[in-house]
């Protein structure tokens, strides 16, 4: 059974800190990674995807793999309340034709002004 | 609006009627795929199409729900029969062709249809 798991939080910052994600997946075969971003009521959005061990960075957010401890990050610097969100972390590998995400439940984001 | 369409919005339907959902795929793309969301739950995945072909379905409901993608107009999920634990949002995503392997499967979402049943 391939599993995605993340702490379902609430994480709480002040504003302007940095918020730390994370998230760790089952299946070793896992080659690419996903941070979506889902506010109330509204559907997921894609933030970040990351495939290789490392950083990658865009503005504020930083994703982090880290393949064989099996675990992926998001940093999110100089937190602002409009990044209160769910912070949802998805996993893919590839089995054949099959593209299907595995997603995890979801990081609960609230920054404090 | 290149972006994934989703229609109705939102949709009321009383317990035994039909619910019909629709997902027009971005400009480009070729797979959709279904999520249902109940209220203070998770993102579950339901069923993964391509044009005329169902490549996954392994979580969708055994009974009463069905997905289609044919090879002209939008992909159809629906529910017959529907019941007040139906109630939820119905998220659609699509990705282009090409992808997958090493370089993922890249999805975006359309802004959901809201089912509640009464």
């Known amino acids: 059974q391939k599993e995605v798991e993340q702490n379902s939080g609430p994480l709480s910052v002040p504003e302007g800190a940095i918020a730390s994600l994370n998230c760790t997946y089952s299946?070793?075969?896992?080659?690419?990674f996903f941070w979506y971003r889902q506010y109330s009521g509204k559907s997921p959005e894609l933030i970040m995807s990351?495939?290789s061990n490392g950083d990658k960075e865009d503005g504020r957010f930083t994703a982090q793999l880290n393949k064989a401890s099996q675990y992926v990050s998001l940093l999110i610097r100089d937190s602002q309340p409009s990044d209160s969100a769910t912070y949802l972390c998805?996993?893919?590998?590839?089995?054949?034709?099959?593209?299907?995400?595995?997603w995890g439940l979801g990081t609960s984001l609230a920054v404090n002004p | 609006n290149a972006g994934v369409m989703q229609n109705p919005r939102h949709l009321v339907r009383r317990r035994g009627q039909e619910a019909r959902l629709r997902c027009s795929p971005m400009?480009?793309?070729?797979?959709v795929y279904w999520y249902r969301q109940l209220p203070e739950e998770g993102l579950k995945f339901m069923v993964y199409?391509?044009?005329?072909?169902?490549?996954?379905e392994s979580g969708m409901p055994k009974e009463r729900f069905s997905a289609e993608f044919p090879k002209e107009g939008p992909s159809i999920l629906r529910i017959q029969q529907v019941v007040r634990g139906d109630s939820a949002a119905y998220f659609c995503?699509?990705?282009?062709?090409?992808?997958?392997?090493?370089?993922?499967?890249?999805?975006?979402f359309g802004e959901g249809s809201w089912l509640t049943v009464v």
């Open positions: 299946d070793r075969g896992s080659q690419s």
């Open positions: 400009k480009g793309h070729s797979h």
């Open positions: 995503a699509s990705s282009p062709p090409g992808q997958g392997g090493v370089y993922g499967n890249t999805i975006y």
């Open positions: 990351i495939y």
């Open positions: 998805a996993v893919n590998w590839d089995a054949g034709n099959n593209r299907k995400l595995i």
């Open positions: 199409l391509q044009k005329e072909n169902i490549i996954d």
